[in-house]
């Protein structure tokens, strides 16, 4: 019960809208059809989700000039909150070919306007999170992109937004490929280099476990080297699980429950506070079913931390043997005997 | 040009007609925009394809009873055949847990009837080949799948699909995963486990070289498993390129070009002759460039090939040392001094 | 209690030679020295670990014609048998290019020649299993291998082995690469090609789950497509972990725990009785921490599946529902409460 | 002959021992047996190996204070230079849990004097570079490593090393894993954040092409990171080649051989100048032969690329366009036909 209050205290809980809705994918474009299509649909939904706090809403699609006067009470009579604020940098043709690293000026100038409107956007909802992610930026064959313009132009598009509304805090979103076959800001360690080229004090990353896990990170130390050391720049987190080789946004802890585990402890270690949000794709199960599955997992493992000695997992990490390793994880997650 | 006639004789160019359409995956669900988007449009832009000479059809989306008398000569004006039909078996939701081998007696039922439809179309169009792809038929969670029912359901499925009509030469297409996590008929080898399995004659597999790479074989020796050692089992060819670890549906050539080299070789060896159909998805380029690079990809290593001396490729193949086989490599794509 | 005794019925436990000695990688060629460097010392070591009934010895390095006599003894006296024994097909640079299928008659024969010897050792020893796996015959670069001829002479080689000794039960062993970038016996569908394609009753395969995880398998799947639909041809199993990219040869359950669960789900239901065998490499760890960790996970695992109602695993099965296949792992593992 | 003078103006060519010598695996322990065993055997054959102007000296095995006085001597009288010494790092058991990251402090000082004792020799071998390349810094397991200390770690020792002779340049290898299932210093980002942590002149990138494309990275864009935009921290450059997945350490060219080329294309354009050294294993060929055909790609490629009307590449790069990209990269290579 302490440990609830803890947690509570420490973590919101999120989602993206995705979760609720009819998840398509290149071959059944219609979606599978199991989940709601219009964006109040969704809202009706992540409603019934127990413990659900807040949803992520993508600029055009879910939130406009024309709905955010009233965005906040439907939010608010459904009992939630927006977590983040998403710019719309890849679901149209005009991104094709990059947004604010695209190889021609008026879509890098679009891009920073798409940016700065969704960041008055959330300015408006309270200074809300933006997330940038920048999922059309990069490239799918040798010679087809200058890497040294696209990195200047990455600096300076971010600079652009985040110095747009200094008390919006703007997070960078990272993912090694998918829609591009590489995509630039591919890493946490490339995300913070960015950041401090950057340099602005409302800046910080977006770390996404499941693109963690496909880019061959580990996501507990992503998140040690975004957050650990005095950095400080971890500040939001989606879920979601994969088989470490592509972003399959599978239902948390499905399959990579102990470096889940893992991860949970460090951001208690790097004390990071704040949304944990569901990045899911369920694209032929029942959303709210997901959700609930995604959260049951996460308060499990939330409670088996808490639980847990701080001490007993310290030792072992200092230690570095792998056998303890591998007998404290089974301890925490089956309470099994001691070998 | 003696060259170019034998290479005449021995295949004919398809392409699938995502080639020319708008391709659109998860975050773009809308397409890319740079392709047609009807029927019509898509066959406008293959006839233009200099060098094409067939185009697949999807069952329900470009034949149906209501075309299927008029489409020969919707193809034949425009100088196309058909050169493969595929079963509709993994574009709508109601295939969202499976075709063959879903869980539900019903939907097997239905997909048999799918599979019997396309058949009587393809009898229809001349015994033209059809595809049969189980991208929806595995699963993506542990703890989600029957596997024995699952392998007996695709044999009784294929088996009721094979036998309709005799005639009608029926391909197995196989892939490690996407749409699902896992399909359950994934490598060359398991296809050919099914097909002796079901035991029919007019029964045989389709090879996707990016399908090979993907799921860790090398193209060439797939090839060799179906239809070497007096197997002859390998019917169709799909031509793609990607990295290794994702169906990216890349420009024929693009990045892998040695091992297409060595693929190529290796079906004028083994004597296919037949269709080599691109599939591949210009989600950011014109169809129509698309599908030209790839044939001069295709041109230029055909010519290769067919002007190289056999003995001098035998010699380093029984040899099996890395060094002879990189310098024979680079020595037939260059035409590089001899080291 | 009355699990632990069906259990104990249906498995017993092995382990690996190298599980005690001091491995070494191509970094590291004097180990890292944490094990036994001598047979008797691994030995010695083996005998302290709690719940190990037997070991696999690898022909030449661990029996012998010299040994082969008291190894019985060497063996009983420490209260252990042997599992298995491993004909030497890849230790010695005379196998560089491959053994059942170099590409030279001389070495082909030199290594039917050694499988006959370790299966006669296997006959003296009681008709133990033999473990037969081909890591040297594949091949590492394009144009580097004639793929019909290969695959000939395995099923050549593979027949000529199984053939000497009938009484003696002869596993193949698969793996998809390491040490060649290719290696042809790569899945568990070739591995049964192959059996088929030889014809023998002795023979079966190995199944490697670390193996099966690094090919793009899920090994339940595997074991299925092995020991299901009346096939009985998964003779014996390798447990180890990794994290799908590389035989890391992890201790078992330290990352991939549920679907090891779903695994040994798999093995009760198919109704495999026999060797449970670590194939672990503990290059840093103690050997003797290594296996009993992977033994307490072992034991979790069984006690949880022998505890578990099969009817509700079964529906959850045959519903082929994503969210309740996670939420019957998450059950199953933590005990943890309903959603 | 222009061309080949300016290449030769621009880079240098060396290789490492292992090319060599005789290439072990875990498997493998005393190497598939087809290069030299003793250092005087391997330099006698480098010395054989037209164009190679240089090898690497590993400390301890190499290098040490015993032969310092005479390696110069040793090298001179074959032709050669030393293009890099390597600190010992990876080599003994003493390391198995790290070096500057080592959880133990004796360790880590242990470490600090190696990194020191090699840098000394670097000095007094004329100021060559010298290579550390943390393997064994990293983890196996999820709960085995505390990320925060070993990032700081990493951090004091390299800064300690850096520090112990400003005049001698010293690199930073980065890779993703291997010998451990995870590696600290992974990317050619996470290098960079690193060199930006220490503040030293002194100290660069060691960019291996292997090393990129295993950990998801396009070589080139990993160069222009390090090298462009003013960075000028790409020190030296490491060649093989893999399938992507593994630091297979093959023959230069033999698959990825467009990525290749594009990555030559960029270190001319960054104006990168100095080493080019082969970093291949090849266990089972002629070392020699090995080099030749690794060189032969090298000089083919950097002719093309001299060849090449730069404005014709840029305006591709610039375009962004998948197809031109790809008939770009098609014509280059083969001087096939327009489309």
């Known amino acids: 019960m302490q440990a609830k209050q803890e947690t509570e205290n420490r973590y919101r809980l999120g989602a993206c809208l995705p979760v609720f809705g009819s998840c398509a994918d290149r071959y059944c474009l219609s979606g599978y059809g199991r989940g ?44 939630l909150a927006a977590c983040m604020l ?39 909802m309270g200074n809300v999170f933006v997330d940038l992610w920048f999922g059309q930026d990069g490239y799918d064959y040798p010679f087809q992109s200058d890497y040294e313009s696209a990195w200047q132009w990455l600096v300076e598009g971010v600079g652009a937004a985040a110095a747009h509304r200094p008390n919006v805090p703007v997070c960078i979103e990272y993912k090694l490929k998918e829609p591009r076959t590489h995509i630039h800001v591919n890493s946490a360690a490339k995300t913070l280099l960015l950041i401090d080229a950057v340099g602005a004090g409302n800046l910080g990353a977006l770390l996404d476990t499941g693109h963690a896990l496909a880019a061959g990170e580990n996501a507990a130390e992503a998140a040690a080297l975004l957050h650990g050391n005095g950095r400080k720049r ?14 399959d946004d599978m239902i948390v802890g499905s399959v990579r429950v102990i470096e889940l585990m893992e991860f949970l402890y460090w951001l208690r270690r790097l004390d990071y506070r704040g949304w944990l949000t569901l990045d899911v794709f369920p694209y032929r199960e029942e959303g709210l079913a997901a959700a609930r599955e995604s959260f049951a997992w996460i308060a499990d493992l939330l409670r088996i931390i808490e639980e847990a000695r701080p001490e007993e997992i310290e030792r072992v990490l200092q230690a570095g043997d792998g056998a303890e390793s591998v007998r404290l994880a089974r301890r925490l997650l089956t309470g099994g005997n001691q070998t």
Chains 1, 2, 3, 4 share one sequence.
């Open 234 to 247: 971890l500040f939001y987190v989606h879920l979601n699980d994969n088989y470490g080789l592509w972003d």
């Open 86 to 124: 998403t710019a719309d940098l890849w679901t149209q043709a005009k991104w094709a070919r990059g947004s604010l690293a695209a190889p021609d000026a008026p879509t890098r100038a679009a891009a920073v306007a798409e940016c700065r409107k969704v960041i008055e956007w959330a300015e408006a």
């Open 36 to 79: 709601a299509s219009t964006l109040e649909g969704m809202l009706d939904l992540a409603a019934q989700c127990p413990g659900l706090q807040g949803v992520e809403l993508v600029g055009n699609w879910h939130i406009h000039d024309d709905n955010i006067g009233s965005m906040p009470k439907e939010l608010s009579d459904r009992g």
